[in-house]
């Protein structure tokens, strides 16, 4: 049977992981690598000189083996893909993410950085995130749809498939929009504010994000504005067009 690798960023206890541990069950064996605690925002950084640690994990679905690494997501898929399964996986995802992954965000995104990894080491790569809020109702009616679709779609190297869920109820869902750009806009600019005066001259700083929903019609996030669920395809600049024939 075909392995199939999960990893995310929010930590292997997180809600998400579980469920698309859940939804990948049926196309494959399901091995799960995840990060031993919170590592958003960790983009495809991977550690070269630090030692990382993994553990054998109880994962609390029968039939699938997991692991934590005390790495980063990228760390996760390297290390799972390369030392903790016995042959190289077929398809990677990495999710399902607490809150969007779109527009400008995607280059910090941890669960987006597992992704391009798989996709660098040239296995089908899946990244897949919701709105940070309680209501599943849109992920759980299209995920298992949508995973076999995606599947089934093989990409050029590099890049990767990027599945983002509106949050709201099934019934404001306005569907499924593919294809879509990545839009430049985000949904939060950032500044930052001084929280703290420190000795010596210091001072204690904070992101302070302004939310906006000001985006370019046919892109991600302006689907997401919109409730629709957003499908794009994503490429890692730099790496996308090298032959890998030649890796």
Known sequence: MSLILVTNDDGIDSDG?????RAAMPFGEVWVVAPDGQRSASA???NIRNTMDIYPYDYPEEGVKAYTCSGTPADC????GLFVLPEKPVLVLSGINYGYNSATDIQYSGTCGAAFEAAFQGWHAIAVSEQAVDCHEVTDR??????QELIE?????GR???VNFPGCPLSECNGVLRDLHVSRSEFYTDAYKAVEKLPDGGTRVVVDGQYSEHAE?????YALIHKYVSVSVV??????????ENR
């Open 77 to 80: 898929v390297r290390v799972g």
């Open 153 to 157: 779609t093989p990409l050029p190297y």
């Open 217 to 221: 019609e046919g892109t991600d996030m």
């Open 142 to 147: 299209y995920l298992s749809e949508l995973l």
């Open 44 to 46: 495809h950084s991977i």
């Open 17 to 21: 992981l579980r469920r698309l541990v």
């Open 235 to 244: 490429t890692n600049v730099g790496i996308a067009d090298y032959d890998t």
């Open 160 to 162: 990767i498939h990027n």
